[in-house]
């Protein structure tokens, strides 16, 4: 398993599922791999992240005098940079995607973190249906962010919930020299599945306290189990994990 490394969700449009898959990223790292980390929360509107009190995320108030302050971002690329034994997880607003790439940018962190033989991954989410667009204009502003690093690579999640991404080849083509691999969000277009996950998430529940609670049955658990089994496998194929634990029913 690849430790310390430093983990990045970033998506310029809000409300496609970008803190649903930290928390789902947090779970495989420190549940499931049994890897302690480090998480921070920079949504100064939704932290929904920082809200999964087991996932120890903690809040940064990047907010002064009523506006994103960028100078507020140094503690924690300064912790990320320094810090040799850590596993960090990131996850970022919507409305501050522009002025967190372009701090990236105007202070030179992806060289940073080349400096720092930091091994850096940016999650990203796209979606189908009419955000579809909106979410690929994203990638493409995250790839053209690190197009020239070597320890910078971008996970590219697809999440179904909003639809089948179509027509999205060529891009993911041009982005493919810098892209570690892709996790696919699977709709399984059933009404149990749907009804579980919304459980989970509206009282802000890993799966590792959904399974030890009385509040989801034996069917909702191994529905639950069957979901993360299957985004698990997949993230072991992209942080080159070897001999891949199926959670037992």
Known sequence: ????????????????????????????????????????????????????????????????????????????????????????????????????????????????????????????VIVGGQSQNDTLQGLLTLFDLLKDSNNVKLVIWLNEFQGKITDADKIFKAVAKKTAGFVVVENKNSDAFTADLEKLTKNRLTLKEALESADFNLMAKQRLKRVFNDIYAQLDQIYDVENTEILEA
């Open 1 to 124: 398993m690849k430790l310390n490394t430093i983990n990045l969700t970033l998506q310029g449009k809000g409300g496609v599922g970008k803190s649903y898959i930290t928390t789902i990223l947090a779970q495989y790292l420190k549940d499931y791999k049994g890897i302690e980390i480090s998480g921070a929360d920079t949504d100064p509107v939704n932290r929904s992240f920082s809200a999964f009190k087991t996932l120890n995320a903690m809040p940064i108030d990047i907010i002064e005098n009523d506006a994103i302050s960028q100078a507020r971002f140094d503690s924690i690329f300064e912790l990320m940079l320094t810090d040799e034994n850590s596993t960090f997880i990131i996850d970022n607003g919507a409305s501050t995607f522009l002025p967190f790439t372009k701090y990236i940018k105007d202070n030179g962190v992806i060289e940073m973190f080349e400096e720092a033989r930091k091994e850096v991954f940016i999650h990203t």
